[in-house]
């Protein structure tokens, strides 16, 4: 059993800067990929950013250049650094991590708006 606790969210306006962090607890938690969803109003879950167990990303097209996922194993904990936030980029964020099965986080509401 994996538990996820997420930190981070918030309000800011377009053009600034956020950073989530996810806090994993429960065995095993290095060999898990590790990542982040968001499911904005009326639409779909999908991934923003994801971590494998080694080190190589994957990022939603729209977020390339702008996002950075990274984790550290010493601590459990993956982070999503958000910059040049958009409007669009609204939605409740997940945290996510999955090895043979997956668990997700409670999510936290970023809102970009000025």
């Known amino acids: 059993q994996v538990q996820l606790v997420e930190s981070g969210g918030g309000l800011v306006q377009p053009g600034g800067s956020l950073r989530l962090s996810c806090a994993a607890s429960?065995?095993?938690?290095?060999?898990?990929?590790m990542g982040w969803y968001r499911q904005a109003p009326g639409k779909q879950r999908e991934l923003v950013a994801i971590v494998s167990s080694g080190g190589s990303t994957n990022y939603v097209e729209s977020v390339k250049g702008r996002f950075t996922v990274s984790r550290d194993n010493a601590k459990y904990t993956v982070y999503l650094q958000m910059n040049s936030l958009k409007p669009e980029d609204t939605a409740v964020y997940y945290c996510?991590?999955?090895?043979?099965?997956?668990?997700w986080g409670q999510g936290t509401q970023v809102t970009v708006s000025s």
């Open positions: 996510y991590a999955g090895h043979l099965q997956g668990y």
């Open positions: 429960g065995s095993n938690v290095r060999i898990y990929a």
